[in-house]
């Protein structure tokens, strides 16, 4: 759907590991021709640079280094996904000084004309956003998706680490003091366990339109 130049959208989408949002983001990028951001992946990038150098968060200057010149090809690197990286995330996304630092990268972002941003807190840092889903599904479930990911790219990795991992990263994102992980007041709460890839975006795709008649009319 090509959506017309009057028309302003941002939407956000939220959830824990393996939970459907980057599906979703995906999906409504494609479909609505939204520029897509995953924050994610800037954590990500941020902890490995980090692992890498051998240097820690103290080194300002390495680090805004580092987040000044992050572009969409450094945010496709596969040793962003390992367990070491995921778990070192989870860590350095506590600490005030890497999320203003990827904040503001964040914001520039959200000013597209139409933009998905999806993440850990999306919703909670633009409450403004149009529409904010937050998606949520079972620990198992979140595990199996994950583990099938991996073993793409590690088939020595078992399914019990991968697990353990998610649990453990998403009880602490859960439970930092800054931008924690949880819905905003107004999210549109999705649950993935029971429902397929195509049940979850035919819903997505509804309310999407109806926010856009909502705000525009149905002459889009």
Do not use: W
């Amino acid at each position: 759907m090509k959506l017309k130049n009057n028309v302003r959208l941002l939407i956000t989408c939220d959830s824990g590991a393996a939970a459907g949002k980057t599906t979703a983001a995906k999906y409504l990028s494609k479909k609505f021709g939204l520029h897509l951001l995953t924050s994610g992946l800037l954590y990500r990038f941020v902890s490995l640079k980090l692992l890498e150098s051998k240097k820690t968060t103290k080194d300002i200057t390495f680090l805004k280094k580092i987040t000044k010149n992050i572009n969409s090809k450094l945010l496709k690197n596969k040793k962003l996904f390992t367990p070491n990286v995921t778990e070192y995330t989870s860590k350095i996304a506590k600490i005030r000084k890497v999320r203003l630092l990827l904040r503001n990268y964040q914001k520039k972002f959200s000013k597209k004309r139409l933009a998905v941003l999806e993440g850990r807190d999306q919703g909670i840092l633009f409450p403004n956003a149009d529409i904010k889903f937050f998606f949520k599904c079972s620990l198992n479930v979140a595990a199996k998706r994950r583990f099938k990911e991996y073993r793409k790219i590690n088939k020595k990795i078992s399914f019990n680490e991968v697990k353990k991992a998610i649990k453990l990263r998403d009880s602490n994102d859960s439970k930092r003091e800054i931008s924690p992980l949880k819905p905003a007041k107004d999210a549109v709460i999705v649950d993935t366990s029971k429902v397929n890839k195509k049940q979850m975006l035919t819903k997505l795709s509804k309310i999407v339109e109806e926010k856009l008649k909502e705000k525009y009319g149905r002459n889009l």
